[in-house]
C-alpha cells in the first residue's frame, strides 16, 4: 500500500454566504435547527445522505447550488438569522463571567475516552460518551474555561447490522477525518503538531485533532500516523476494542498523551477532571512533570491530588478497569524511575488488595481530593463499594459525593417543544433553564396544544422506524411480502413504549417477555393497543447481550407480535432523537441499584414522555408520583431472581392498572390526565436534570475548589504540599499509639428521651498533638449489629491527664429509641481536603 496526504478541498463559496465553512466547523451547529436548515435546505437528500455533516455536505455540493443560494432572498434571510445568532452566542457575556469574574483563563481539563456530539461524529458508544458530550455543550452555554480532551477512533464503536436470523453483526468502515467537523492542530513550523509516548520498546507518535463545540474546544488523540507500525496506529482503531493490551495502550494515550498534547498546545489547566478511570494516567503523567523539576515524589503527588476531580460511572465491580501486576510492570518498568518511586510504591497507588490487581478505579481515588459519583444512589453504592480501601472509615463517610447527571436541553428537546416554551413561556425561556418559575409557565400550554405536538412527535417517529425497517430488510434480501407489511407496523393509536439503551444484560432489556400470553394480550386489545420499540446495542464481545437482541427480534417475528413489537439496528444519536421525542413510555428496567444514573429518560421527559422506570440512578431522585411511574420499589434483594420476579408483577400490574387506563381516558379527543403527567414530566425534570445545573454544581462544587487549592498548594515551590506531607507521614508512623483507653457515661442504662447525655472519654495520642486530631460522639438508632441514622458530635478537652493522655468530655441530645454511641479519634488539618483525607480512626473497643 502507497501513502498518500490528504487535504480538505471546500468548494469556491459565494462571498455572501461564506460564513457557512464557519458554522460547519462549529458544533454549534448540532443544537440550534437554524444551523442545520442552512444546509438541509440546499439539499436535503444530500443532507440525510451525508448524515447531517456540513463539512461533508461542503465537500460534495455542486457550486450551482451554493451560487443560486447566494442569490436567494429568503435563504439569505435565513443566513442573516443564523450568522448573527452565531455571533451573539460567541460574543455574550456568559454566566461564568458574571459569576466568577476573577477565575477568567482558569482553564479546568475533562479528560474522556469517548464524546458523542453528534451522529455525524460517531466516537461514542452510550450514556458516558453522550454525557460528555452534553457536558461540552452546557460549558459552552455557560462560559465555563473548559477544555476535553479524548481519543479519535477511525472506526468509532462498530455500526450494527441485524441480520435474517436476528443475530447482531458488527461492522467497523473506516471514518474520512478530513470530511469531519474537526482540524488538525498544527505547529509553529506549519506541519501538524504531534506528541508522543512510550509503549514496550517503541515511542509511539500522537496526531491532534481540534474540534470547536461552541467556545469549548475539544481535543482528539489519533496514533493512525505513518510513522506508527500497524499496530500501533490501530491503538485509536476502535473504541472499546481489542484486548488487555490495547485497552492499557488506549489509556496511556489518553492519559499521558492527553497531557503532553495540552503542554505542546500552550494549554496549562488549573483544574483537572478525569471521567471514568480510563484516563486517570493523566495524573501520572502529572507527577512525573514535578518531579522532573525537583519536586520530591510523594510531595508531587499530593499536589496533584490537590486539584484533581475524579468521577466514576460504574456501580458494578466488573465495569472497572482492572490490569495485572505483570501487565502494568511490562508497560510502566520504565516509568517508575521518572516518577522516582520503587516498583513497590507505584504499584501501591493503585493496588486493589481484594481483586489482587491495578484497578483504574483505585489510582483514580488515590490520586484525586475530590470525588463524586454521578447520582445520589450512585455515590451511596460507591461508598460501599470502596470502603475497603478507607480503613476504619464508616461506608457514610466514604469521600464520595455526587453530581446527578443531565442532558444538553437545546441538544434533545425537539423544536415542535421549543416552540411551546417560547411561544407560552417567553422567547427566553433557553436563558434561564433553572428558572423554576419559568418552568411553571409549562401549565399555561393547553392540553390539546401539548397533545397535537406530541402526535406529531409520535407520527414521525413510527414513519422513521418503518423506513428503517423497509431499509434493513431490502438489505437482507427479504421477501417482498416481508419489506411491504412494514408499512401497517405500529399503529400511530397504540401506546408506544420505547426501550433504547445498551443490551448489557442487568439492564434487563427481555423483562418485559417474561409472560408472553399477557403481553400478546396487551398488543391484541383492539380498544387499548400496545407497541414497543427496542432498540440498542450489545458490545461485540457480549455474547449474552446479543443473545437478548435476537430474542428480541425473535420474539418481534412471531403472529401475536408481528406489527406490534419492533428492533431498530444501530441505535444512535439520530434514531435517539426520534425515541426520546416520539414515544409515549420511556422504559427502563435495570436491576436496581446497578444504573449509575441514566441520561436517557430525562432526554424523553422534557419532551413530555412518560418515564416508566425502576427508582434506580437518577429516577429514584427525580420521581414524584407526578411525573411518571415506577417499577417495584426502594429495596435490596438476596437473589436477582426475586428481584425479577417481583419487577415483572410490578411491571405489568402499574402498565395495566394505572399507565394504559389514563392513557386512553379522553375528553374530546384528549387524555387529559395523562397530558397531566407529560406537563408534570417537562417542568420537573427539565427544572432539576440539564447539563446546565449539572456543570454549574461541578464548578461550584469542585473545578474553583480545586483551581483555588491547586493554586495554595503551588505557592512556594509547593511548600503547603511539602507540609500536607509531613504532617500526613507522622500521623501515619504514630498512629498505632493512638488509642480510646475509657468511655463514662454516669452509668444509668435508661434515659429520658430529650435530656442530655453526657460522655467522658480517655484518650492516648502518644506524640500527636490534641490539635491535630479530633474527638468525636458517634451515636444512632442501633438496628442488629450496626447504627443507623447516625450524628457525630465533637467532644471538648478537658485535661491533660499524662504525657500524651488526655480527658475529652461531649454531650448530645438523646432521641428516642435504643441508642448506641461510641468515641472515635481522627486527624485532622486546615489543609485537608475533605474529613478523612487521611482516611485513619481510632474506635473506643
Known amino acids: 500500500m502507497y501513502s498518500f496526504s490528504t487535504v480538505s478541498a471546500l468548494p469556491e463559496i459565494p462571498e455572501r454566504i461564506s460564513r457557512l465553512r464557519e458554522v460547519a466547523y462549529n458544533f454549534w451547529f448540532s443544537w440550534n435547527e437554524a444551523a442545520q436548515e442552512l444546509f438541509s435546505r440546499l439539499d436535503q437528500r444530500l443532507w440525510e445522505e451525508v448524515y447531517h455533516n456540513p463539512v461533508k455536505f461542503l465537500l460534495r455540493v455542486g457550486?450551482?447550488?451554493?451560487?443560486?443560494?447566494?442569490?436567494?432572498?429568503?435563504?439569505?434571510?435565513?443566513?442573516?438569522?443564523?450568522?448573527?445568532?452565531?455571533?451573539?452566542?460567541?460574543?455574550?457575556?456568559?454566566?461564568?463571567?458574571?459569576?466568577?469574574?476573577?477565575?477568567?483563563?482558569?482553564?479546568?481539563?475533562?479528560?474522556?475516552?469517548?464524546?458523542?456530539?453528534?451522529?455525524?461524529?460517531?466516537?461514542?458508544?452510550?450514556?458516558?460518551?453522550?454525557?460528555?458530550?452534553?457536558?461540552?455543550?452546557?460549558?459552552?452555554?455557560?462560559?465555563?474555561?473548559?477544555?476535553?480532551?479524548?481519543?479519535?477512533?477511525?472506526?468509532?464503536?462498530?455500526?450494527?447490522?441485524?441480520?435474517?436470523?436476528?443475530?447482531?453483526?458488527?461492522?467497523?468502515?473506516?471514518?474520512?477525518?478530513?470530511?469531519?467537523?474537526?482540524?488538525?492542530v498544527m505547529a509553529d513550523s506549519g506541519e501538524e503538531l504531534t506528541v508522543s509516548v512510550d509503549l514496550p520498546g517503541r515511542r509511539v507518535g500522537?496526531?491532534?485533532?481540534?474540534?470547536?463545540?461552541?467556545?469549548?474546544?475539544?481535543?482528539l488523540l489519533d496514533t493512525?500516523?505513518?510513522?506508527?507500525?500497524?499496530?500501533?496506529?490501530?491503538?485509536?482503531?476502535?473504541?472499546?476494542?481489542?484486548?488487555?493490551?490495547?485497552?492499557?495502550?488506549?489509556?496511556?494515550?489518553?492519559?499521558?498523551?492527553?497531557?503532553?498534547?495540552?503542554?505542546?498546545?500552550?494549554?496549562?489547566?488549573?483544574?483537572?477532571?478525569?471521567?471514568?478511570?480510563?484516563?486517570?494516567?493523566?495524573?501520572?503523567?502529572?507527577?512525573?512533570?514535578?518531579?522532573?523539576?525537583?519536586?520530591?515524589?510523594?510531595?508531587?503527588?499530593?499536589?496533584?491530588?490537590?486539584?484533581?476531580?475524579?468521577?466514576?460511572?460504574?456501580?458494578?465491580?466488573?465495569?472497572?478497569?482492572?490490569?495485572?501486576?505483570?501487565?502494568?510492570?511490562?508497560?510502566?518498568?520504565?516509568?517508575?524511575?521518572?516518577?522516582?518511586?520503587?516498583?513497590?510504591?507505584?504499584?501501591?497507588?493503585?493496588?486493589?488488595?481484594?481483586?489482587?490487581?491495578?484497578?483504574?478505579?483505585?489510582?483514580?481515588?488515590?490520586?484525586?481530593?475530590?470525588?463524586?459519583?454521578v447520582s445520589e444512589l450512585h455515590a451511596r453504592v460507591s461508598r460501599r463499594l470502596f470502603r475497603r480501601?478507607?480503613?476504619?472509615?464508616?461506608?457514610?463517610?466514604?469521600?464520595?459525593?455526587?453530581?446527578?447527571?443531565?442532558?444538553?436541553?437545546?441538544?434533545?428537546?425537539?423544536?415542535?417543544?421549543?416552540?411551546?416554551?417560547?411561544?407560552?413561556?417567553?422567547?427566553?425561556?433557553?436563558?434561564?433553564?433553572?428558572?423554576?418559575?419559568m418552568w411553571e409557565k409549562v401549565e399555561s400550554i393547553p392540553d390539546e396544544v401539548l397533545w397535537s405536538a406530541h402526535l406529531q412527535l409520535k407520527r414521525e417517529l413510527i414513519t422513521f422506524a418503518r423506513e428503517r425497517l423497509r431499509m434493513q430488510r431490502l438489505r437482507n434480501f427479504e421477501t417482498r411480502s416481508r419489506v411491504d407489511e412494514v408499512d401497517a407496523y405500529l399503529d400511530p393509536n397504540a401506546l408506544i413504549i420505547c426501550f433504547a439503551r445498551r443490551f448489557a444484560t442487568y439492564k434487563r432489556a427481555v423483562l418485559l417477555f417474561s409472560d408472553l400470553d399477557r403481553l400478546?394480550?396487551?398488543?391484541?386489545?383492539?380498544?387499548?393497543?400496545?407497541?414497543?420499540?427496542?432498540?440498542?446495542?450489545?458490545?461485540?464481545a457480549d455474547r449474552p447481550g446479543q443473545e437478548m437482541i435476537r430474542r428480541v427480534v425473535e420474539i418481534s417475528n412471531l403472529d401475536p407480535f408481528r406489527g406490534k413489537i419492533v428492533f431498530l439496528e444501530n441505535y444512535d444519536i439520530n434514531i435517539a432523537r426520534y425515541l426520546v421525542r416520539g414515544a409515549d413510555v420511556w422504559l427502563n428496567n435495570p436491576r436496581r441499584p446497578q444504573e449509575a444514573s441514566g441520561t436517557s429518560g430525562m432526554k424523553a421527559a422534557i419532551n413530555g414522555v412518560v418515564n416508566f422506570s425502576v427508582l434506580d440512578g437518577w429516577w429514584a431522585e427525580a420521581y414524584n408520583g407526578k411525573n411518571g411511574f415506577a417499577i417495584g420499589g426502594e429495596r435490596d434483594y438476596p437473589a436477582e431472581d426475586l428481584q425479577d420476579r417481583d419487577d415483572v408483577l410490578s411491571l405489568y400490574s402499574v402498565l395495566e392498572n394505572d399507565i394504559?387506563?389514563?392513557?386512553?381516558?379522553?375528553?374530546?379527543?384528549?387524555?387529559?390526565?395523562?397530558?397531566?403527567?407529560?406537563?408534570?414530566?417537562?417542568?420537573?425534570?427539565?427544572?432539576?436534570?440539564?447539563?446546565?445545573?449539572?456543570?454549574?454544581?461541578?464548578?461550584?462544587?469542585?473545578?474553583?475548589?480545586?483551581?483555588?487549592?491547586?493554586r495554595r498548594f503551588r505557592q512556594d515551590n509547593f511548600a503547603v504540599a511539602e507540609k500536607v506531607k509531613s504532617f500526613k507521614d507522622f500521623i501515619l508512623e504514630n498512629w498505632q499509639q493512638v488509642a480510646v483507653t475509657d468511655i463514662s457515661d454516669g452509668g444509668d442504662p435508661v434515659k429520658r428521651a430529650g435530656e442530655n447525655m453526657f460522655v467522658d472519654s480517655v484518650v492516648r495520642l502518644g506524640p500527636i498533638w490534641h490539635h491535630d486530631v479530633s474527638v468525636e460522639?458517634?451515636?444512632?438508632?442501633?438496628?442488629?449489629?450496626?447504627?443507623?441514622?447516625?450524628?457525630?458530635?465533637?467532644?471538648?478537652?478537658v485535661d491533660k491527664l499524662d504525657e500524651g493522655v488526655y480527658h475529652y468530655r461531649g454531650s448530645f441530645t438523646l432521641p428516642q429509641g435504643a441508642i448506641g454511641y461510641t468515641v472515635r479519634v481522627r486527624p485532622v488539618s486546615p489543609d485537608f481536603a475533605h474529613r478523612f483525607d487521611l482516611p485513619l480512626v481510632a474506635w473506643a473497643g
Open 660 to 710: 394504559l387506563p389514563l392513557f386512553f381516558d379522553r375528553e374530546g379527543g384528549i387524555p387529559v390526565r395523562w397530558v397531566a403527567y407529560m406537563k408534570n414530566s417537562i417542568k420537573t425534570v427539565a427544572l432539576r436534570y440539564s447539563t446546565h445545573r449539572m456543570v454549574k454544581e461541578y464548578t461550584e462544587k469542585f473545578y474553583i475548589p480545586a483551581v483555588n487549592r491547586g
Open 389 to 437: 480501601i478507607y480503613g476504619g472509615v464508616r461506608e457514610e463517610e466514604v469521600p464520595i459525593s455526587y453530581v446527578t447527571n443531565g442532558v444538553h436541553t437545546e441538544t434533545w428537546m425537539s423544536p415542535l417543544i421549543k416552540d411551546l416554551m417560547a411561544r407560552y413561556a417567553g422567547q427566553d425561556w433557553n436563558m434561564n433553564l433553572g428558572d423554576p418559575a
Open 520 to 540: 400478546a394480550s396487551l398488543v391484541n386489545d383492539p380498544r387499548r393497543p400496545v407497541g414497543v420499540i427496542f432498540a440498542g446495542k450489545a458490545h461485540p
Open 777 to 797: 460522639i458517634v451515636y444512632g438508632s442501633v438496628e442488629g449489629d450496626d447504627l443507623k441514622d447516625v450524628r457525630i458530635t465533637p467532644m471538648t478537652l
Open 63 to 184: 457550486p450551482g447550488v451554493l451560487e443560486k443560494a447566494a442569490s436567494d432572498g429568503k435563504y439569505l434571510d435565513l443566513y442573516g438569522r443564523v450568522t448573527e445568532c452565531y455571533d451573539r452566542y460567541m460574543t455574550a457575556e456568559p454566566w461564568f463571567k458574571r459569576r466568577f469574574p476573577e477565575y477568567g483563563g482558569q482553564v479546568a481539563a475533562y479528560f474522556s475516552a469517548e464524546f458523542g456530539l453528534h451522529e455525524s461524529h460517531p466516537i461514542y458508544s452510550g450514556g458516558l460518551g453522550l454525557l460528555a458530550g452534553d457536558h461540552c455543550k452546557s460549558s459552552s452555554d455557560l462560559g465555563v474555561p473548559l477544555v476535553a480532551v479524548g481519543l479519535l477512533y477511525r472506526q468509532g464503536y462498530f455500526t450494527q447490522r441485524i441480520n435474517r436470523e436476528g443475530w447482531q453483526e458488527a461492522e467497523y468502515p473506516v471514518q474520512n477525518y478530513y470530511e469531519m467537523p474537526m482540524k488538525p
Open 206 to 219: 500522537i496526531r491532534i485533532w481540534r474540534v470547536q463545540v461552541g467556545r469549548v474546544r475539544l481535543y
Open 224 to 373: 493512525d500516523l505513518p510513522g506508527n507500525s500497524r499496530e500501533d496506529r490501530a491503538i485509536t482503531a476502535q473504541l472499546y476494542g481489542g484486548c488487555r493490551d490495547m485497552r492499557i495502550s488506549q489509556e496511556i494515550v489518553l492519559g499521558i498523551g492527553g497531557v503532553r498534547a495540552l503542554r505542546a498546545m500552550g494549554v496549562n489547566p488549573r483544574a483537572w477532571q478525569v471521567n471514568e478511570g480510563h484516563a486517570a494516567f493523566l495524573c501520572l503523567e502529572r507527577i512525573r512533570e514535578k518531579v522532573a523539576r525537583g519536586t520530591r515524589p510523594n510531595v508531587a503527588v499530593e499536589a496533584v491530588k490537590s486539584n484533581t476531580l475524579f468521577t466514576t460511572h460504574t456501580p458494578v465491580p466488573a465495569g472497572h478497569d482492572l490490569f495485572s501486576v505483570e501487565m502494568i510492570d511490562y508497560y510502566f518498568g520504565h516509568y517508575y524511575p521518572q516518577l522516582g518511586m520503587t516498583r513497590e510504591e507505584f504499584i501501591c497507588l493503585g493496588l486493589d488488595e481484594e481483586r489482587r490487581a491495578f484497578n483504574m478505579t483505585v489510582l483514580a481515588l488515590n490520586l484525586s481530593d475530590f470525588r463524586n459519583g
